[in-house]
């Protein structure tokens, strides 16, 4: 269909005399497989990328997180052990 618009040809592959138009139809047969192949391969190529991007994002949050928890615990465990002060408001009002 392409050849027909671009060149003006027909097409014809149910004659045995066309050779002409199976050849062009095996040419471009094979031009859109290698192109398939290519685009397979680079879409793979971009999975793993991706992957391994993702990947590495979410141990950075998980990583963050656990640095968060670890510091509020510390804080708590601080603050718990040191004595309670009573704030002087607290005594006015009694």
Not at 1 to 21: Q, T, W
Not at 22 to 44: D, K, N, P, Y
Request: charged share 15%; net charge positive; aromatic share 10%.
């Amino acid at each position: 269909m392409i050849i027909h618009h671009c060149c003006g040809r027909r097409i014809d592959i149910k004659r045995k005399e066309s050779r002409g138009s199976q050849r062009i139809c095996l040419i471009l047969l094979m031009v859109f497989t290698c192109a398939l192949a290519t685009g397979c391969i680079l879409l793979s190529a971009a999975q793993d990328v991706f992957h391994r991007e993702a990947v590495d994002t979410l141990n950075y949050v998980v990583n963050q997180s656990d640095y968060t928890v670890q510091t509020l615990v510390n804080q708590a465990i601080c603050n718990w052990q040191k004595p309670l002060v009573w704030p002087r408001f607290f005594f006015l009002q009694l």
